[in-house]
C-alpha cells in the first residue's frame, strides 16, 4: 500500500522514522508527498494510501480506520505539544478568548 507523506515538522518526522525503523526491515513505500496534512487526510479517505498522521486529524471520522502506534514496550506513541505566548498578549481579546478556550480542552480526553 502507498504512504502518503505530508509536510511537518523535523521532530515528528524522526519519530515516525524511528518507529517504522522499530517495525519493518525495509522501507516504507512513499508514493505522494503532499503539502498539508488535511490533503493527506482526504486522500487516505479517498483511497489513495495510508498516511501517519496525529489522532487529532482523523478523530472526527468514523471511515477512517485507525491504528495507535506503539513502542517496543506496547505504549502508545504520544507526542507532547507545548503552545508559547507572551505574558502581556493576553490582555489583547482575541489571544485571551483562545488562550481561554485552549486552557478548556480536556486533552486527556482527546
Given at each position: 500500500m502507498t504512504q502518503i507523506n505530508y509536510k511537518t515538522d523535523r521532530k515528528l518526522i524522526a519519530l515516525v522514522e524511528d518507529w517504522w525503523n522499530e517495525n519493518f526491515d525495509y522501507p516504507p513505500n512513499v508514493g505522494l508527498r503532499v503539502d498539508?496534512?488535511?490533503t493527506c487526510k482526504e486522500m487516505i479517505i479517498n483511497g489513495?494510501?495510508?498516511?501517519?498522521?496525529?489522532?487529532?486529524?482523523?478523530?472526527?471520522?468514523?471511515?477512517?480506520y485507525k491504528k495507535t502506534l506503539k513502542n517496543p514496550d506496547g505504549e502508545p506513541i504520544i507526542r507532547k505539544t507545548w503552545m508559547y505566548y507572551d505574558q502581556?498578549?493576553?490582555?489583547?481579546n482575541t489571544i485571551g478568548a483562545f488562550l481561554r478556550y485552549i486552557h478548556s480542552i480536556d486533552v486527556k480526553r482527546l
Amino acid at each position: 500500500m502507498t504512504q502518503i507523506n505530508y509536510k511537518t515538522d523535523r521532530k515528528l518526522i524522526a519519530l515516525v522514522e524511528d518507529w517504522w525503523n522499530e517495525n519493518f526491515d525495509y522501507p516504507p513505500n512513499v508514493g505522494l508527498r503532499v503539502d498539508q496534512v488535511d490533503t493527506c487526510k482526504e486522500m487516505i479517505i479517498n483511497g489513495l494510501g495510508y498516511g501517519i498522521v496525529p489522532d487529532l486529524i482523523v478523530d472526527d471520522d468514523p471511515s477512517i480506520y485507525k491504528k495507535t502506534l506503539k513502542n517496543p514496550d506496547g505504549e502508545p506513541i504520544i507526542r507532547k505539544t507545548w503552545m508559547y505566548y507572551d505574558q502581556d498578549s493576553v490582555s489583547v481579546n482575541t489571544i485571551g478568548a483562545f488562550l481561554r478556550y485552549i486552557h478548556s480542552i480536556d486533552v486527556k480526553r482527546l
